[in-house]
């Protein structure tokens, strides 16, 4: 069984600072998601990464496949980017099951 | 492309009913995921449908169940419905390991 680890559980910022958030696993993997929830429940998908970085606007994942970790950056944090930040892995049989970390609490103020 | 929904949105149910929830995945797509999401055991996975067969099954009793039919849309079904069942219960919609969220039925049992 694949573990997901993910820190910090809740994280607080001002508007405009450079936000981190990681997440590490226990076995290898194929692939490994980041995903987005807000308060009305719905989860979207940011990014899916197999290996090194992936930019979208103000975010960035980054994987290391031989240290099972990755990262999750946002730059310029906006009160709007506050939601909880999920990474998630695949199992190695099945790409369609995932195992999901504690999720990260993302409080940004103005 | 129309996105993946999910019928109902709210569900309010009483001890020993039983319930179904409906998910429509995105067009093309053959695979569906069922999660459950609750505040005490995060995500989790339910089951995994591909062409109409159950292809995985995660570590949850034999009241929940779950169907899909030729038009890929998939029903899960909870029999015997416990406390414990209240959760929000997300579909996604799988395409070469992505996988895409639905909003979710967010199922309350009294």
């Known amino acids: 069984k694949n573990e997901v680890e993910q820190s910090p559980q809740n994280l607080t910022a001002q508007e405009g600072e450079f936000i981190t958030i990681n997440c590490s696993y226990s076995v290898g993997i194929s692939a490994l998601h980041w995903l987005q929830q807000h308060p009305g429940g719905g989860i979207v998908s940011l990014f899916m990464l197999s290996s090194g970085k992936k930019k979208h606007g103000r975010l960035i994942a980054t994987i290391n496949i031989q240290e099972k970790h990755s990262s999750l950056h946002i730059t310029a944090s906006h009160p709007r980017d506050s939601a909880v930040y999920i990474c998630a892995v695949p199992q190695e049989t099945s790409g369609s099951r995932l195992t999901f970390g504690e999720g990260t609490q993302l409080t940004v103020n103005p | 492309k129309a996105g993946v929904t999910q019928t109902p949105r709210y569900l309010i149910k009483t001890r020993g009913q039983q319930v179904t929830l409906s998910c429509s995945p995105i067009?093309?797509?053959?695979?569906v995921s069922w999660y459950q999401q609750t505040p005490g055991q995060g995500l989790q996975f339910l089951f995994e449908y591909f062409s109409e067969t159950q292809r995985n099954k995660g570590n949850f009793p034999g009241r929940f169940s779950g169907r899909q039919f030729s038009n890929s849309r998939s029903e899960m079904n909870v029999s015997t419905l416990e406390l414990g069942d209240s959760a929000l219960y997300l579909c996604?919609?799988?395409?070469?390991?992505?996988?895409?969220f639905g909003p979710g039925t967010r199922l309350t049992v009294l």
């Open positions: 996604a919609s799988n395409y070469y390991n992505e996988q895409f």
């Open positions: 067009s093309g797509h053959r695979s």
